[in-house]
Nanobody
Framework: QVQLVESGGGSVEAGGSLRLSCAAS????????MGWFRQAPGKEREGIAD???????NYAQSVKGRFTISKDNAKNTLYLQMNSLKPEDTAMYYC?????????????????WGRGTQVTVSS
């Protein structure tokens, strides 16, 4: 199994930046595929970025060009650099991991999930 702990959330004004981190511990074999998801109050959880074993990334249209997902395998840490933040980016952000692909791109099929970190963007 693998444990995931997110950090780096906070409050920021529109146009600002944050970098989220997701530290993985345990059997990192299960971190072959990782992704970032977010859930705003009253809305469904949505996938916003993912990264595979070959480093290929995918982004939701809502964050493309503003957010960057990256992974440091030596540190077992996943990152999400968020620039040009907007109030609509306000949500709880979660990282997820799995050793194999179980569904479609940016769908929430991952087996392992962190508890989330809150991001609040004010206008």
């Amino acid at each position: 199994q693998v444990q995931l702990v997110e950090s780096g959330g906070g409050s920021v004004e529109a146009g600002g930046s944050l970098r989220l981190s997701c530290a993985a511990s345990g059997d990192t074999f299960y971190t072959n595929y990782m992704g970032w998801f977010r859930q705003a109050p009253g809305k469904e959880r949505e996938g916003i970025a993912d990264i595979g074993t070959n480093g290929r990334t995918n982004y939701a249209q809502s964050v493309k060009g503003r957010f960057t997902i990256s992974k440091d395998n030596a540190k077992n840490t996943l990152y999400l650099q968020m620039n040009s933040l907007k109030p609509e980016d306000t949500a709880m952000y979660y990282c997820a991991a799995d050793w194999t692909v179980r569904g479609a791109t940016l769908d929430n099929w991952y087996k392992y999930w962190g508890r989330g970190t809150q991001v609040t963007v004010s206008s």
